[in-house]
């Protein structure tokens, strides 16, 4: 008897609830994702659903330890109920030999949907992963796959077009997760004390592509703030709160730019701000002033929320924003899936809320 691989699959290899998926691109028909644990990068992936009024997709997931696995899925063909699978993988030439043979494993992820999975750096071979890929990226036009054994095997094939530019999409935003990561630990060494002593904890709620979104609590439960954040690769920082009061416009990059400002007295910077490509000279004058949050050093702009026609609301629809010390000195931020982030921010404040003084 055969079944069809949703309805065979059980719990092998199960999705944690605590791994978040973020989209955060697309490559042609392919759908490029990251995973966080616990808020840690945890890898990333490419998906592909064809059109099919069966459930037919294909995933390659790097894993957070380095291993590559892909998967497959096609609900149209059936398969025994075994919970592995005597499997061959040919790139175009059904005929040629396997470049990897094993045993595909049955797995399930935490939204029930079942996937058909070879660990490829652990097939019947050896080390077969770069040979694979290469053959999959460099010209592929076809991925078969041979699941059982002899004339009985139940053969798929999944088309491969675009499948070089969305895997390098892949593995570039798996190597910005972790460099991010790795710039923040680097930044908050040591404010967890200092976090600790002022009584907030901080939580990592989700992370829409390029941003991080936080919230903070203070006491039992009571939230004090949500903070959405993004690394540049430049080593500028940009950086929005909201509070019980205000809205908090952070940012940090060249701190030799400031001098430049003109009427800058002290820890106060007055600077203007362009939501645009370019310096049209209809910027927003503000006063900003540099401050020490838990050892890191901030330009900080604050604006209280119920002052009608605040900033808050001009950078949710902006692209770019620079801040502006003189002519020939700026900071310049790319505003990219900022929207996105400030709608986990809103779905933030609305679950954990209201913010507490």
């Given at each position: 008897?055969?079944?069809?691989?949703?309805?065979?699959?059980?719990?092998?290899?199960?999705?944690?609830?605590?791994?978040v998926?973020n989209?955060?691109a697309?490559?042609?028909?392919?759908?490029?994702a990251?995973?966080?644990?616990n808020?840690?990068p945890?890898?990333?992936?490419?998906?592909?659903?064809?059109?099919?009024?069966?459930?037919?997709?294909?995933?390659l997931?790097?894993?957070?330890?380095?291993?590559?696995?892909?998967?497959?899925?096609n609900?149209?063909?059936?398969?025994?109920?075994?919970k592995?699978?005597?499997?061959?993988?040919r790139?175009?030439?059904?005929?040629?030999?396997?470049?990897?043979?094993?045993?595909?494993?049955?797995?399930?992820d935490?939204?029930?949907?079942?996937?058909?999975r070879?660990?490829?750096d652990?097939?019947?071979?050896?080390e077969?992963?770069?040979?694979?890929?290469?053959?999959?990226m460099e010209g592929?036009?076809?991925l078969n796959l041979?699941?059982?054994i002899?004339?009985?095997?139940?053969?798929?094939?999944?088309?491969?077009?675009?499948?070089?530019?969305?895997?390098n999409?892949?593995?570039?935003?798996?190597?910005?997760?972790?460099?991010?990561?790795?710039?923040?630990?680097?930044n908050?060494?040591?404010?967890?004390?200092?976090?600790?002593?002022?009584?907030?904890?901080?939580?990592?709620y989700?992370?829409?592509?390029?941003?991080?979104?936080?919230?903070?609590?203070?006491?039992?439960?009571?939230?004090?703030?949500?903070?959405?954040?993004?690394?540049?690769?430049?080593?500028s920082?940009?950086r929005?709160?909201?509070d019980?009061?205000h809205?908090?416009?952070d940012?940090?990059?060249?701190?030799?730019?400031?001098?430049t400002?003109?009427g800058?007295?002290?820890?106060?910077?007055?600077?203007s701000?362009?939501?645009?490509?370019?310096?049209?000279?209809?910027g927003?004058?503000?006063n900003?002033?540099?401050?020490?949050?838990?050892?890191?050093?901030?330009?900080?702009?604050?604006?209280?929320?119920?002052?009608p026609?605040?900033?808050?609301?001009l950078?949710?629809?902006?692209?770019?924003?620079?801040?502006?010390?003189?002519?020939?000195?700026?900071?310049?931020?790319?505003l990219?899936g900022?929207?996105?982030?400030?709608?986990?921010?809103?779905?933030?404040?609305?679950?954990?809320?209201?913010?507490t003084?």
């Open positions: 008897m055969k079944l069809t691989l949703t309805a065979l699959i059980l719990a092998v290899g199960l999705l944690r609830a605590d791994i998926r989209e955060i697309t490559k042609g028909d392919w759908t490029i990251s995973f966080t644990e808020g840690k945890a890898g990333a992936e490419m998906l592909r659903t064809f059109p099919s009024k069966h459930e037919v997709h294909l995933r997931r790097l894993a957070k330890d380095g291993s590559v696995q892909l998967d497959a899925m609900s149209e063909l059936g398969l025994g109920d075994a592995t699978q005597p499997t061959e993988l790139v175009d030439h059904l005929d040629a030999k396997p470049l990897w043979s094993g045993n595909g494993t049955a797995v399930e935490a939204d029930g949907l079942g996937w058909l070879i660990n490829l652990k097939g019947g071979d050896g077969v992963t770069e040979s694979v890929l290469k053959a999959m592929g036009k076809t041979a699941i059982g002899g004339k009985n095997a139940t053969k798929w094939k999944f088309d491969l077009t675009g499948t070089k530019a969305a895997y999409a892949m593995w570039d935003a798996n190597q910005k997760a972790t460099d991010d990561a790795e710039h923040k630990d680097k908050s060494a040591g404010a967890g004390a200092d976090a600790l002593a002022s009584g907030l904890v901080e939580h990592e989700a992370r829409p592509g390029d941003w991080a979104v936080h919230y903070y609590t203070k006491g039992p439960k009571k939230l004090a703030s949500a903070s959405m954040i993004r690394f540049f690769d430049n080593t920082t940009l929005m709160s909201i019980a009061t809205f908090h416009l940012v940090a990059g060249d701190w030799k730019a400031i001098e400002a003109a800058k007295k002290g820890k106060a910077v007055p600077v701000i362009v939501l645009s490509e370019l310096d049209d000279g209809n927003l004058s503000e900003a002033n540099l401050i020490d949050d838990e050892g890191d050093k901030w330009l900080r702009i604050s604006q209280p929320l119920d002052e026609g605040g900033l808050q609301d950078i949710r629809n902006g692209k770019r924003m620079q801040i502006i010390f003189s002519k020939n000195a700026k900071w310049s931020f790319d990219k900022s929207l996105a982030a400030w709608q986990k921010v809103d779905e933030c404040l609305k679950k954990f809320g209201p913010i003084k």
